[in-house]
């Protein structure tokens, strides 16, 4: 399989693996070292809220901006329900440097869902077009959409708001193919990718649910003919897997885990590079990576030390005393030299 170029809009994203949007994992440091790993193509923001840019002040929410230019391209995500106020505020993250805007109708979170943003836009297809058709107008870069299969089974709006979307000027669509009141709870039925990239003709339809390697991703592609796979938890203590993807799917040859020293150092490089560009307070920061760096699996089989250690940091020189002797002394880039990918 050739891994064809993404196109949104007037930008060529190299090959069709995306990074999901994800609160509290995708900051600066892990989406470039997602793509410095190899084989991602589109990074997304951690979701931003348009109602705390517009009364908290551009000032204040700066600290949430971590996106830079070599990071190109790259989609910077907001949430919200009124159509005005998300429109000034992607013109705002436009002046800061985004790339494309990218709309959250996906978080099915209650403290936002309930408010009528995220998922809950789902609920009513009309204001869902009304806040698509407003930031469209807002700015000059591409628009994209994130949205799950409807709110419930019985509220299945995902298709008809996907044509609508399309209508309304959008430039993709991801769909991640479980419904609101599901979470992340039951298998994604992707058989509603297929039904939306049936309908969505002029602009590319994005999947995502439950790819956790070349052969989910395959078979993604293959049974929806969706344009790009998006993938999230898989990602997560898993940087690598664009690489392992776009590899495999590329040439046919799997390529093999990181070893356990070699996961240890990309965990350390990710963790540098958290405190070494992240805006946000150090003890926050912190706090963050037990969860992020604990994801990486660092045990020996039938143990948790490493992990138990991991959850109870308290700063960055604490984690350095558990990844350092587990890395021996390897660099982070000792895998990807081992194992070089041609994205086809």
Known sequence: MTLPRLQIGPITIDTPLTLAPMAGYTNHAFRTLCRD??????????????????????????????????????AVQLFGSDPQTMAETAEVVVDYGAQIVDINMGCWVPKIAKKGAGAGLLRDVCTATQVVEAVVKAVDVPVTVKIR?????????????????????????????????????????????????????????IGNGDVVDARSAARMFALTGCDAVMIGRGALGHPWIFRQIAHELSTGQPLPEPTRAQKAAIALEHARRTLATSKLPERQLTLELRGQISKYRLDEPGSVAVRNRIVRIESLAELEAILIPLSEGLDWRDWVYLHEISPG
């Open 149 to 205: 299969s409807g709110w419930t089974p019985e509220e299945a709006t995902g298709i008809p708001f996907a044509r609508a979307a399309e209508g309304a000027g959008v430039q993709a669509i991801a769909i991640h193919a479980r419904f609101a009141n599901q979470g992340h709870q039951g298998e994604a039925d992707w058989d509603i990718i297929r039904q939306i990239k049936e309908i969505v003709t002029a602009v590319p339809v």
């Open 37 to 74: 790993l190899g084989g991602c193509g589109l990074v997304c923001t951690e979701v931003l809220s348009s109602n705390s840019i517009k009364h908290s002040g551009v000032k204040h929410s700066l600290k949430a901006f971590d996106w830079t230019d070599d990071e190109h391209p790259i």
